[in-house]
Every structure is written in structure tokens, then in C-alpha cells.
T-cell receptor, first 114, second 113 residues
Framework: DAMVIQNPRYQVTQFGKPVTLSCSQTLNHNVMYWYQQKSSQAPKLLFHYYDKDFNNEADTPDNFQSRRPNTSFCFLDIRSPGLGDAAMYLC?????????????FGQGTRLTVV | SQQGEEDPQALSIQEGENATMNCSYKTSINNLQWYRQNSGRGLVHLILIRSNEREKHSGRLRVTLDTSKKSSSLLITASRAADTASYFCATVLSTDSWGKLQFGAGTQVVVTP
């Protein structure tokens, strides 16, 4: 049973053309995260939501925005993708208010910028 | 800055051998977790060890945690070709309430039949 679903799996976008990646979850988890993972590197947290409360990491570029219209869905918007934004984007969820819990990841969306 | 550092960066072993990888971190943690990532896929949670625990087992996996040395190790016993993947340690800081994971750079493990 798919629990965290990311669409699409592969996304090609043009330099500077806005792109949206989507994530949905069936776990009813209150916390959702977006991570960026460049080739052969560690995943890096961009931001997270607790319910509808948005929390940006200090070094996340302004080019990245996010929306969470309801518990199940979360979107990552890249306003003007640059070549340096090519990466795997990973969505994850976890239970509310409990730090001692695992995160559930989607399969990721691999973004190519041409 | 990256919280976790892993070594080795890459490990190549034969089926049936054990694989050990290590993770070090810098600041006080709530827990430490290990994840596996097959090439081009998402991360799969393997095991979580709390800061007050020293060792945990799950199937062929054994994880140790030494908070005095700020280090952890993951042992995969009797490895299989299907264990070929990248393995990441990730910490949740003691100051964090949201389960935000700070990942190490990962160890790429190749198991040959």
C-alpha cells in the first residue's frame, strides 16, 4: 500500500520556467517535509509543515515555496528553476509532536532543468 | 553544516560477509536513525535508536550508539545482493520537536554474488 506518493517520478523543466512537484499521503500524519538531494549527496531539509504551520529552513532559497492545502497534500513550487536546482526532491511525513519516530518517504521526484 | 559524517564512503563485499558502517555526529541528539536508499529511489527507514539506548537489533541489522563518542554503527550480517544500496544515518537533535532529520553523506554498499 502506497503511503507517501510523489508525482511525477521524473520532471523535466526549462530554465526559469515555474514547476510544481506534488506529494500526497495516506498516513494522516501532521508533519510533512521536503528534502532536496543532489547527486551522491545527503538529503537536505528545505522546509516542513506542522499541520498548516509552515517552517522554512534558514538557508532555503526564496526560489522555493510550498503549499499544504490539506493534511493529505503538499506541493513544492520552484518559481524560477536554475541548473543548480536539478536534484531528487523527497517528500516525507511523520507523526505529530513525537520526535522519536521514523519518517516515511515517497519515491522522490527527479527534476531535470534544461 | 552537516551533522552526520559517515565512513566508509563506499564498501564492496561478497554475499555472506558482514558489512559495517559508522556514523559520527556533532551535537546532542534525541535519536539517531538509519535509512536505506536504492539507486534513484526514496529512503526506507531501517531502525531508530534513542539517545538512552546503546544497541538495537532488527533482523540482520544491529545498530549501536555511543553518545559519549557521538557515534553510531550499523552492522548488516550475512549480506545479500539485495542489500546493495546507499545507507544513511540521520539524527534528530535534542532541541528539535518536529523530527527534522539531519543526514550524513551516506555509505554506498555493493554486495556481489
Amino acid at each position: 500500500d502506497a503511503m507517501v506518493i510523489q508525482n511525477p517520478r521524473y520532471q523535466v523543466t526549462q530554465f526559469g520556467k515555474p514547476v510544481t512537484l506534488s506529494c500526497s499521503q495516506t498516513l494522516n500524519h501532521n508533519v510533512m517535509y521536503w528534502y532536496q538531494q543532489k547527486s551522491s549527496q545527503a538529503p537536505k531539509l528545505l522546509f516542513h509543515y506542522y499541520d498548516k504551520d509552515f517552517n522554512n529552513e534558514a538557508d532555503t532559497p526564496d526560489n522555493f515555496q510550498s503549499r499544504r492545502p490539506n493534511t493529505s497534500f503538499c506541493f513544492l513550487d520552484i518559481r524560477s528553476p536554475g541548473l543548480g536546482d536539478a536534484a531528487m526532491y523527497l517528500c516525507a511525513t511523520s507523526r505529530v509532536g513525537t520526535a522519536n519516530t521514523e519518517a516515511f518517504f515517497g519515491q522522490g521526484t527527479r527534476l531535470t532543468v534544461v | 553544516s552537516q551533522q552526520g559524517e559517515e565512513d566508509p564512503q563506499a564498501l564492496s563485499i561478497q554475499e555472506g560477509e558482514n558489512a559495517t558502517m559508522n556514523c559520527s555526529y556533532k551535537t546532542s541528539i534525541n535519536n539517531l536513525q538509519w535509512y536505506r536508499q536504492n539507486s534513484g529511489r526514496g529512503l526506507v527507514h531501517l531502525i531508530l535508536i534513542r539517545s538512552n539506548e546503546r544497541e538495537k537489533h532488527s533482523g540482520r541489522l544491529r545498530v549501536t550508539l555511543d553518545t559519549s563518542k557521538k557515534s553510531s554503527s550499523l552492522l548488516i550480517t550475512a549480506s545479500r545482493a539485495a542489500d546493495t544500496a546507499s545507507y544513511f544515518c540521520a539524527t534528530v537533535l535534542s532541541t528539535d520537536s518536529w523530527g527534522k532529520l539531519q543526514f550524513g553523506a551516506g555509505t554506498q554498499v555493493v554486495v556481489t554474488p
